[in-house]
């Protein structure tokens, strides 16, 4: 069994910070990528930011600059540090982990995901 446990989200006005956690617990066995994506009203759910097992990182271009994705293996957690919020960034974010355990094949695994609202 796996879990993914998001948190950080909240209400922030616009040119404000948050930051987002999320961990992972369970019998796992590697982890190949951890990312997060989020959905706003009515929208398709995008992707954000991702990293690998290498340590390489990918962004969208609507966060490029603004946004960044880290991890700590020693908790299994990946964070993404939001910085210069704008209105456009409102939406719920959910953590992906792309991982193998111990006795199943390699697949997806979503959080439940966190709300982050930017207004004023």
């Known amino acids: 069994q796996v879990q993914l446990v998001e948190s950080g989200g909240g209400l922030v006005q616009p040119g404000g910070s948050l930051r987002l956690s999320c961990a992972a617990s369970?019998?796992?066995?590697?982890?190949?990528?951890m990312g997060w994506y989020r959905q706003a009203p009515g929208k398709e759910r995008e992707l954000v930011a991702v990293?690998?097992?290498?340590?390489?990182?990918n962004y969208a271009d609507s966060v490029k600059g603004r946004f960044t994705i880290s991890r700590d293996n020693a908790k299994i957690t990946v964070y993404l540090q939001m910085s210069s919020l704008k209105p456009e960034d409102t939406a719920l974010y959910y953590c992906?982990?792309?991982?193998?355990?111990?006795?199943?094949?390699?697949?997806?695994?979503w959080g439940q995901g966190t709300q982050v609202t930017v207004s004023s």
């Open positions: 369970g019998s796992i066995f590697s982890i190949n990528a």
């Open positions: 990293i690998t097992s290498g340590g390489s990182t």
């Open positions: 992906n982990a792309d991982l193998r355990t111990y006795d199943s094949s390699r697949r997806n695994y």
